[in-house]
């Protein structure tokens, strides 16, 4: 079992940076590819991004791409999600999810409760 944990949520304005972080508690998130997803209002939750184990590989939502960076330490046991150059778009939740690089969310089997991103324009 694996808990997962965000934080790093909070108001930013439109052309801001946040990085939010997700740690995990129960087992190593070493063994886990890890996702970031996030839920607009009114929409459905998307895929943001993914990482490897190893943080050697990562796969990024073309609306992100460019913006957005995912990484990992997994001494601590957290992964991150780095956004700049932040849009009203980006509002939304923003979850991390273990255990998938897909964009498929059926392929994750842990995920966290999630923390708000707000973007003012």
């Known amino acids: 079992q694996v808990q997962l944990v965000e934080s790093g949520g909070g108001l930013v304005q439109a052309g801001g940076s946040l990085r939010l972080s997700c740690a995990a508690s129960?087992?190593?998130?070493?063994?886990?590819?890890m996702g970031w997803f996030r839920q607009a209002p009114g929409k459905e939750r998307e895929f943001v991004g993914s990482?490897?184990?190893?943080?050697?590989?990562?796969s990024y939502a073309d609306s992100v791409k460019g913006r957005f960076t995912i990484s990992r330490d997994n001494a601590k046991n957290t992964v991150y999600l780095q956004m700049n150059s932040l849009e009203s778009e980006d509002t939304a939740v923003y979850y991390c999810?273990?255990?998938?690089?897909?964009?498929?969310?059926?392929?994750?089997?842990?995920w966290g409760q999630g923390t708000q991103v707000t973007v003012s324009s």
């Open positions: 999810a273990a255990g998938g690089l897909v964009p498929s969310e059926k392929d994750y089997r842990y």
């Open positions: 990482i490897s184990t190893g943080g050697g590989w990562t």
């Open positions: 129960g087992r190593t998130l070493s063994s886990y590819d």
